[in-house]
C-alpha cells in the first residue's frame, strides 16, 4: 500500500512540476495590480477613488463677483444609491453638505439638487414608508458668498450612507480663498 502510495505521489508532482503555469500565475497576479495603481493614480484632490460604489468630485465656480457655486457630482456605481436631502422623513444617513461656522463665507442657498430624486415607497423594515432614494448620477450645488477679500480656509463635511453596502460615508472639504481664487478639495488626511 505504501509503494502504490508513493508511486501516486511521485507521478503527480512530475506531472504537475512546468515552468509555463507557474508564469501564468505570476502574470494573472501582476495585471490586477498594475490595473489597481493606474486607478488610483488617476485620482486627484477633488476626487474620491474610483474604487468606492461611487465616484464623488468636487469643484467651485465663479458665478458673479463674490459669489461662487460649490458643485458636488455622484456618480453611482454597482446599483449603489444614498437617501436624498429632500427626503421628506428623518433618516439618520441623509446626503448632507455642511460648512463649518465662520465669518468669511456665507450660504446663499438651500442645497439644490440635479435631477431631482422622486419620492417612493419601500416597503423594508428600516424605511417602511415613503423616501427619495438617490439612484443615478447627481449633482449638488450650494451658492456661496464670499464676506472678506483676505485669504482664508474654512472646511466643511459631505456625509451620507452609500446603500446596499450601508455605510456611512464621511468626506472632508477644504474651502479656501488664495490670490484672488476660491477653489474647493476633498481633505484626503
Not at 69 to 75: F, W
Request: aromatic share 6%.
Amino acid at each position: 500500500m505504501k509503494r502504490i502510495f508513493a508511486s501516486i505521489l511521485l507521478v503527480t508532482t512530475i506531472n504537475c512540476k512546468s515552468d509555463k503555469p507557474s508564469s501564468l500565475i505570476t502574470s494573472t497576479i501582476e495585471e490586477p495590480i498594475k490595473m489597481e495603481l493606474a486607478m488610483l493614480e488617476n485620482t486627484i484632490e477633488n476626487r474620491v477613488s474610483v474604487l468606492e460604489p461611487y465616484e464623488l468630485k468636487v469643484q467651485m465656480n465663479k458665478v458673479e463677483n463674490d459669489i461662487y457655486d460649490l458643485t458636488v457630482l455622484i456618480n453611482l456605481n454597482d446599483d449603489a444609491h444614498f437617501v436624498s436631502p429632500n427626503s421628506k422623513r428623518d433618516f439618520k444617513g441623509k446626503f448632507t453638505l455642511v460648512i463649518d461656522e465662520n465669518k468669511t463665507i456665507a450660504l446663499m442657498s438651500d442645497l439644490i439638487e440635479s435631477p431631482l430624486s422622486v419620492e417612493e415607497i419601500d416597503p423594508h423594515p428600516f424605511v417602511n414608508g415613503t423616501i427619495n432614494w438617490v439612484r443615478t448620477n447627481t449633482n449638488y450645488r450650494l451658492q456661496l458668498q464670499r464676506k472678506v477679500t483676505t485669504d482664508f480656509i474654512v472646511k466643511g463635511l459631505i456625509q451620507f450612507t452609500i446603500e446596499p453596502r450601508c455605510t456611512l460615508e464621511k468626506i472632508p472639504l477644504i474651502i479656501t480663498y488664495k490670490s484672488g481664487k476660491m477653489t474647493v478639495q476633498i481633505d484626503n488626511c
